[in-house]
């Protein structure tokens, strides 16, 4: 019997019980899931971008975030045409983001323009590439649907394109833009 009570009051002494927990602020935000990989149509990077979203602060209804992307276009697929023309662009923005979905946000966007000429002549061919940089400011103001605990990414803005550096002056000063991007948050 000496034994039986020394070893429950061993049990109850060595282990805690939890009847009610209530998660403290730390913990929750050790859960929140931060990262997130999304497509963006329109947008920042211009026709579309795969891109990478990462929450860097959380402080109190605020989140501070911080995205890149990535996109690619080829014009001119196949050997009858002389001229193929190529897009790539690298976005990059930080965002706030308010507990209401409200994102607001600032960026830039490097633009690589690049236009293969191949010309034929009797006895050959000759190949000339041009490339024209452009540089934008992007500006972000829009909403944004993300669940703490991962799964759906959503946001939906207007991104309207400022030229900073063009290789072309015809170039727009101002383009009114926009995207829709979708992912998951993990």
Excluded at 17 to 36: A, E, G, I, M, P
Excluded at 39 to 58: H, K, N, T
Excluded at 59 to 79: A, E, M, P, Q
Aim: proline share 4%; aromatic share 16%; with cysteine.
């Amino acid at each position: 019997m000496k034994h039986f009570l020394l070893y429950t009051l061993t049990l109850f002494i060595c282990c805690n019980v939890f009847c009610q927990t209530t998660l403290s602020k730390d913990s929750v935000l050790h859960n929140y899931k931060r990262n997130s990989l999304f497509l963006e149509v329109g947008g920042q990077g211009g026709f579309y971008s795969i891109g990478y979203d990462r929450i860097l602060e959380i402080n109190g209804k605020i989140r501070h975030t911080s995205s890149i992307g990535l996109s690619y276009l080829f014009f001119g697929v196949g050997s009858k045409t002389n001229l193929r023309p190529q897009i790539f662009s690298l976005p990059y923005s930080n965002n706030i983001v308010f507990k209401n979905g409200f994102e607001l946000g600032i960026g830039a966007t490097i633009l690589l323009y690049t236009e293969t000429r191949t010309s034929y002549y009797h006895g050959g061919s000759s190949t000339n590439t041009d490339i024209n940089p452009y540089l934008f400011a992007v500006p972000r103001i829009g909403y944004r649907y993300q669940k703490n605990t991962g799964g759906v990414f959503f946001r939906a803005a207007l991104t309207p394109l400022i030229k900073l550096i063009s290789g072309d002056p015809s170039f727009y000063r101002v383009l009114p833009w926009g995207g829709i991007s979708i992912g998951k948050s993990f």
